[in-house]
C-alpha cells in the first residue's frame, strides 16, 4: 500500500490545480457570507427606519441635549 490516496489516477499537478481551486472557492463561499450578512443587516436597519411614522423623521436630533457638556466658567454658589 502507498501513502498517497490517488483514488483517480491523476498526476500530481492536476491534482494539485484542484486542491488550490476548492480552496479559492471556499474562500469565495465564506466572503459570500460575510457580504450578504452584511447587507441583510442593512436592509433591515433601512426597513425599520421606512417603518417609522413620519413624524420622527421631523424631530430635531436629541444628541446636544443628552450629552454631557462642561461649563464655560465655574458656577458661584452663594
Known amino acids: 500500500m502507498s501513502d498517497k490516496s490517488n483514488i483517480l489516477n491523476v498526476s500530481e499537478r492536476t491534482r494539485l490545480s484542484g486542491d488550490v481551486t476548492l480552496l479559492m ?8 457570507v460575510v457580504v450578504i450578512g452584511l447587507w441583510f ?7 425599520v427606519g421606512r417603518a417609522l411614522p413620519a ?3 421631523e424631530q430635531p436630533d436629541p444628541t446636544p441635549l443628552s450629552m454631557n457638556t462642561i461649563p464655560a466658567r465655574p458656577v458661584e454658589t452663594v
Open 55 to 57: 413624524e420622527s423623521r
Open 25 to 32: 472557492l471556499k474562500g469565495a463561499g465564506y466572503a459570500a
Open 41 to 47: 443587516t442593512i436592509a433591515v436597519i433601512a426597513a
